[in-house]
């Protein structure tokens, strides 16, 4: 299993009830702790419902949250060390470099098509069907395992 496959199964529990992972990439996050420029090693997710930063530690995660409401514009490009993705949300800037796992301008693509909504299933219902078939293109691009989409589908259908 590749190491962005690890991730996001890490980060699966971390999402919501009914939440649909869309595009994914691996890179390195650049972000400010206590002050200081740092950089994290993870994956950026887009969901069905927002945007999710996941990074594994050593003694535990770091996770952040975007939500496409709050998300006011994204970029990306490519120099010499890979390419790179920037988006603005409530006026501050979150960047991933060296970005080596993962459909950059698909991942970019998704963004830009929720920037500013609210999710699809804000009011709390949650399309089932619509559902199952975001996981059946999961399953069918090799993100999720066969056994992960059938406990998801039994999951959805047991709440119709």
């Known amino acids: 299993m590749a190491k962005i496959d690890k991730l996001i199964n890490n980060a699966q529990e971390h ?40 990074a594994k530690k050593l003694t535990g995660y770091d996770l952040e949250v975007f939500p496409y409401s709050t998300i006011s514009s994204i970029e990306m490009g490519k120099n010499l060390m890979g390419h790179y993705i920037a988006f603005f949300a409530s006026g501050n800037k979150a960047s991933m470099k060296w970005i080596n796992a993962g459909d950059v301008q698909f991942f970019v693509q998704s963004v830009k098509d929720r920037i500013g909504k609210k999710p699809d299933n804000y009011n709390g219902v949650v399309d089932a069907a619509d559902q199952i078939r975001k996981f059946s293109e999961l399953k069918d691009t090799g993100i999720i395992t ?15």
């Open 15 to 54: 999402m919501e009830a009914g939440e649909c992972i869309i595009a994914s990439v691996m890179g390195a996050y650049e972000t400010k702790i206590m002050n200081k420029g740092t950089v994290r090693n993870g994956i950026f997710m887009a969901t069905d419902q927002r945007l999710i930063f996941y």
């Open 146 to 160: 066969e056994e992960e989409f059938v406990t998801k589908k039994q999951e959805l259908l047991s709440k119709m």
